[in-house]
């Protein structure tokens, strides 16, 4: 089993910035890859960025890119999503995830074996 437990949500000014942190326990963290998704209501649980266990493949939403960045620390147990730019339309709660590592990191929901709670992010414009 893997914890994972996710903080820095907020609310902020469009154009603002966020850096939601997710710190995971109970298995060897770098052997999973980690990814943010994103749920607003009345919407599926969408894609927003992923990282593979080393931190050098990265992958980011058409939505987010070039605004978000996905970053981990090995030595913290813990991956981050740095948010810049941000927009009403990010409103949302993400949640962290974690899947065994096999490859590159996965962009759906289904390919993920472990979430967190969510942290909510509510962007005012």
């Known amino acids: 089993q893997v914890q994972l437990v996710e903080s820095g949500g907020g609310l902020v000014q469009a154009g603002g910035s966020l850096r939601l942190s997710c710190v995971a326990s109970?298995?060897?963290?770098?052997?999973?890859?980690m990814g943010w998704f994103r749920q607003a209501p009345g919407k599926e649980r969408e894609f927003a960025a992923a990282?593979?266990?080393?931190?050098?493949?990265?992958y980011e939403s058409d939505s987010v890119k070039g605004r978000f960045t996905i970053s981990r620390d090995n030595a913290k147990n813990t991956v981050y999503l740095q948010m810049n730019s941000l927009k009403p339309e990010d409103t949302a709660l993400y949640y962290c995830?974690?899947?065994?590592?096999?490859?590159?990191?996965?962009?759906?929901?289904?390919?993920?074996?472990?979430w967190g709670q969510g942290t909510q992010v509510t962007v005012s414009s």
């Open positions: 109970g298995r060897t963290f770098n052997n999973y890859a």
């Open positions: 990282i593979d266990w080393s931190g050098t493949i990265t």
């Open positions: 995830a974690a899947h065994i590592f096999t490859g590159s990191p996965r962009r759906t929901p289904e390919g993920y074996n472990y």
